[in-house]
């Protein structure tokens, strides 16, 4: 284990927003834990690749930076296979490994940003697929019994974009390694229409699991920016899902705005679309704005703090609002111990 004093967080969030941590430990095995003071959640935060992450100001107490790695085959029957890995992996490069194993089943999440640990806490999903559909278990530490434990993915109560470890019992558990449940037997899911004719444009009838692959990583450089070149956590805002009365009302006074059925007689609204509606795709304050590429991301175009990036959130939460009266949820976690 590391540990650093008064230590830069610039790095450490996709954001790029300026913080510094009290302290930096860095987790680099599970035995690691046992040495640690239990997580002080007015003081203290878990880090895994910081995607998912808006530091609004500094962490006065403790970061628990997680690195623990490995990724290894537990069980493997020809048909289906069982994998055990440390929540400090890089997700896409977990993706791309398991492919080259030739196993199926994450080819849509591609590209994802993050490490595997943030995977469970916000049922990470894209192209018609989320975690859930694959997730058999988790094993984290429960830091206020210093005791592992596991969780099945019933468990876990994993929802759109959250789960027990997000909204359930936040910063109760650090996850250390998840369990994945792959087949050798490519089934794709084409429901997405983007990906269906992202795959029609290369004449690819047949994909195979790489194919699919490659056509989500197509799509998410095409229509997200990179963070590793601007500032960004991916899409800032969760799609509403509102009763279906609602919808029907919304959709009497906007009649182009998407929308797909969710479970329970609910519809699941862009929110995209809403803010584009608004006229905010590209608004800028200062160097936080609303994406020009994509109206669900806002970025950090150079020296916006957090603080300025949730401005820019907020000013597209309230028009929203008074335009559709709907309220957008953020996807990522928004850290502010002054407020």
Same mark, same amino acid.
Request: glycine share 8%; with cysteine; aromatic share 6%.
């Given at each position: ?10 790095? !450490? ?85 398991? /492919?080259?194993?030739? /196993? ?8 994802i940003p993050g490490s595997v640990g943030a995977a469970p806490i916000q049922n990470i999903g894209a192209y018609g697929v989320e975690l859930s559909s694959v997730l058999d278990s988790v094993t984290a530490w429960d830091w206020q019994t210093r005791a592992w434990l596991c969780f099945s993915a019933e468990e876990c109560e994993l929802a ?29 899911? !084409? ?136 309220? !957008? ?11």
């Amino acid at each position: 284990m590391k540990v650093a004093e008064r230590a830069s967080l610039q790095a !450490l969030n996709s954001f790029s927003a300026p913080a510094t941590a009290g302290l930096l430990a860095t987790i680099e095995r599970e035995e690691d834990l046992l040495d640690l003071p239990t997580l002080d959640p007015g003081r203290d935060l878990v880090l895994g690749d910081g995607s998912n992450v808006l530091l609004v100001g500094d962490v006065p107490g403790t970061v628990f930076l997680n690195r623990i790695m490995g990724r290894s085959v537990v069980a493997d029957d020809g048909r289906n296979a069982m994998l055990e890995v440390g929540a400090g992996e890089n997700w896409h490069a977990l993706v791309q490994w398991t /492919l080259n194993q030739r /196993l199926c089943g994450l080819e849509n999440l591609s590209l994802i940003p993050g490490s595997v640990g943030a995977a469970p806490i916000q049922n990470i999903g894209a192209y018609g697929v989320e975690l859930s559909s694959v997730l058999d278990s988790v094993t984290a530490w429960d830091w206020q019994t210093r005791a592992w434990l596991c969780f099945s993915a019933e468990e876990c109560e994993l929802a759109y974009r959250d789960s027990l470890f997000r909204s359930g019992a936040p910063d109760r558990y650090l996850i250390t390694s998840i369990r994945l449940r792959l087949s050798h037997e490519f089934q794709p899911r !084409l429901d997405y229409a983007g990906l269906r004719e992202e795959l029609a444009a290369r004449c690819l009838a047949r994909p195979t699991a790489q194919d699919v692959s490659d056509a989500v990583i197509r799509l998410r450089r095409r229509k997200l920016p990179d963070p590793a070149e601007i500032g960004n956590a991916g899409s800032f805002f969760k799609n509403p899902i509102v009763e279906a009365d609602l919808a029907a009302r919304l959709l009497a006074d906007h009649p182009g705005l998407p929308n797909w059925s969710a479970q329970d007689d609910t519809v699941k609204l862009s929110a995209a679309w809403m803010i584009e509606r608004c006229g905010l795709k590209g608004h800028r304050e200062g160097d936080a704005a609303v994406s020009e590429r994509h109206a669900l991301v806002l970025v950090n175009h150079g020296t916006a703090t957090g603080a300025q990036i949730l401005l820019v959130a907020h000013t597209v939460q309230a028009a929203v609002s008074a335009e559709f009266g709907i309220l !957008l949820e953020p996807e990522p976690r928004i850290v502010d111990f002054k407020g």
